[in-house]
């Protein structure tokens, strides 16, 4: 089991920064990528963006390209979202997933993902 727990989420105006933090533990040796995938009220939980732990190789929804970063830190075992620029839509519960193994293609299917977070509310005031 992979335990994983989000934080930084908050109240920022449109334009502003946040960043958000995914910490994994547990059986984590075998995880091969973290994903964030948002889910606003009433909508389907959409993939945002997806790291792989060992060649940082990084995927992005063409929503957030350009002004979100993913990144990770294998130390910590802590992945990052750093949203720059940031617009009302983005306003959601931002949630952090692992996934074991490493088709990428299916990076962006949420249904790929063995574990998942609790998430963490964002909310972008215009």
């Known amino acids: 089991q992979v335990q994983l727990v989000e934080s930084g989420g908050g109240l920022v105006q449109a334009g502003g920064s946040l960043r958000l933090s995914c910490a994994a533990s547990g059986r984590t040796d075998s995880t091969y990528a973290m994903g964030w995938f948002r889910q606003a009220p009433g909508k389907d939980r959409d993939f945002v963006a997806a790291?792989?732990?060992?060649?940082?190789?990084?995927y992005y929804a063409e929503s957030v390209k350009g002004r979100f970063t993913i990144s990770r830190d294998n130390a910590k075992k802590t992945v990052y979202l750093q949203m720059h620029s940031m617009k009302p839509e983005d306003t959601a519960v931002y949630y952090c997933?692992?996934?074991?193994?490493?088709?990428?293609?299916?990076?962006?299917?949420?249904?790929?993902?063995?574990?998942w977070g609790q998430g963490t509310q964002v909310t972008v005031s215009s």
């Open positions: 997933a692992s996934v074991k193994r490493g088709r990428s293609w299916l990076f962006r299917n949420k249904d790929y993902y063995d574990y």
């Open positions: 790291i792989t732990w060992n060649g940082g190789n990084t």
